[in-house]
């Protein structure tokens, strides 16, 4: 067996890619405010986080992208993503509000909010999230993959981000990964034997985000994981920070 450090915290700067913030209509979460959310990410050694508010998709996007930026206030270690619904949101003041609260990312709940993710459904929102260079979330279990190929084959210069990657899922993911360059992975539940490295060898480093699924998940499992997997350090920065950054438009 080898040897586990049990006081492990990351030396290189970390933007989490997958953080909600605020509470959930169907159970307790370990934390639902932004200050608390601070000092476990203080003490786990987490930089920023991207958050959206669990509200928007469990009930009213309007509302819960509202509340999100209240929560945040502002905060440079918050940046905050919002969630709309193609299927009963304005697209136009959804567009509009988001570039005026200077938001980077859009993520779309399509089983929550009970509409297909169809070309004909979403084709207008796609078309001016690529002209206003905003990125587009997806959690896997909200969307089936055959209608991620089908949607993303016709928007190549969309930046897609698949979060909540489980083992499960690895029998087609590589195929959707290789057929879509477009696409990248966050990988707060990819946890298989050796994934870092079968991520990095099979599509490149580039399209490998860090993201935890804080808090029905810890920080820090997915980030020790990184650190012993082998990789180089350059490519555990790309992993932690660099390539989120670049997703969202060069940030730093």
Do not use: C
């Not at 040897?3 to 639902?32: M, Y």
């Not at 697209?91 to 399509?110: C, E, G, W, Y």
């Not at 209608?147 to 489980?166: A, M, Q, R, S, W």
């Amino acid at each position: 067996m080898g040897q586990i450090e049990t006081n492990f915290k990351p030396v290189f700067p970390v933007f989490d890619a997958n953080v909600a913030l605020g509470r959930k209509h169907s159970q307790r979460v370990l934390v639902d405010n932004a200050p608390d959310l601070l000092k476990y990410m203080n003490k786990s050694g987490i930089d920023r986080s991207l958050v959206y508010s669990p509200h928007s998709v469990n009930f009213d996007s309007i509302d819960g992208n509202s509340i999100l930026i209240e929560s945040i206030n502002g905060n440079n270690a918050l940046m905050p993503q919002f969630v709309w619904s193609p299927g009963i949101d304005n697209m136009q003041n959804a567009i509009d509000t988001t570039l005026k609260h200077n938001v980077k990312s859009i993520r779309f709940a399509p089983l929550s909010h009970k509409y297909p993710f169809k070309k004909w459904m979403v084709d207008s929102w796609l078309d001016s999230m690529v002209n206003n260079s905003i990125s587009l979330f997806i959690s896997i279990e909200e969307v089936d993959p055959d209608d991620i190929f089908e949607v993303f084959k016709e928007y190549p210069n969309i930046k897609v981000v698949l979060t909540e990657i489980h083992y499960r899922h690895y029998p087609w993911l590589m195929h959707l990964l290789k057929s879509l360059p477009n696409i990248n992975i966050e990988i707060s539940r990819f946890v298989i034997a050796d994934g870092m490295n079968i991520l990095v060898n099979q599509i490149g480093v580039d399209r490998v985000l860090y993201g935890s699924r804080f808090p029905d998940s810890p920080f820090s499992p997915q980030l020790y994981s990184l650190y012993f997997s082998g990789l180089k350090d350059d490519d555990i920065k790309k992993i932690t920070s660099t390539n989120l950054e670049n997703l969202l438009g060069g940030i730093n």
